[in-house]
C-alpha cells in the first residue's frame, strides 16, 4: 500500500521561511507529477506548485519568486521551500501525486497526503 505522509509547517512570522517535505512510502516504481495544494478557512483548495518526474515545475502566481518545488526521485519525496512568507499564506497544506506505479504494476491515482498547517503570524 501506498501512503504520501508530509512533515514541517508550523508557525512563523512573515518573512520567515518553512519547508514542508512529502515522502511517498511503498514499493513505487514511479511517480509522476507531485504537486503541493492549500486550503485557508473559506477558500477552495488551490495549486500552490507542481513539479513533473522530468523536473518542470509551475507556480500559482502569488508565491512566485518565494516558493521553490523540488523532488528527489530516489527518495519518492517533494519538498517545497517556502521563504518571505506572508499572513496570506497561511492554510493547511497538501502534497498530491497524480499516479504511482508500485513494482507490481498497481497504479494509484489522486493521492493526497494529511495535511499540515501553515500558519504566518503578520
Known amino acids: 500500500q501506498v501512503q504520501l505522509v508530509q512533515s514541517g509547517g508550523g508557525l512563523v512570522q512573515a518573512g520567515g521561511s518553512l519547508r514542508l517535505t512529502c515522502a511517498a512510502s511503498?514499493?513505487?516504481?514511479?511517480?509522476?507529477?507531485m504537486s503541493w495544494y492549500r486550503q485557508a478557512p473559506g477558500n477552495q483548495r488551490e495549486l500552490v506548485a507542481a513539479?513533473?518526474?522530468?523536473?518542470?515545475?509551475n507556480y500559482v502566481e502569488s508565491v512566485k519568486g518565494r516558493f521553490t518545488i523540488s523532488r528527489d526521485n530516489a527518495k519518492n519525496t517533494v519538498y517545497l521551500q517556502m521563504d518571505s512568507l506572508k499572513p496570506e499564506d497561511t492554510a493547511v497544506y497538501y502534497c498530491?501525486?497524480?499516479?504511482?506505479?508500485?513494482?507490481?504494476?498497481?497504479?494509484?491515482?489522486?493521492?493526497w497526503g494529511q495535511g499540515t498547517q501553515v500558519t504566518v503570524s503578520s
Open positions: 498530491n501525486t497524480d499516479l504511482i506505479i508500485d513494482y507490481s504494476g498497481k497504479i494509484y491515482k489522486n493521492y
Open positions: 511503498g514499493r513505487i516504481l514511479r511517480i509522476n507529477t
Open positions: 513539479i513533473t518526474l522530468g523536473g518542470d515545475t
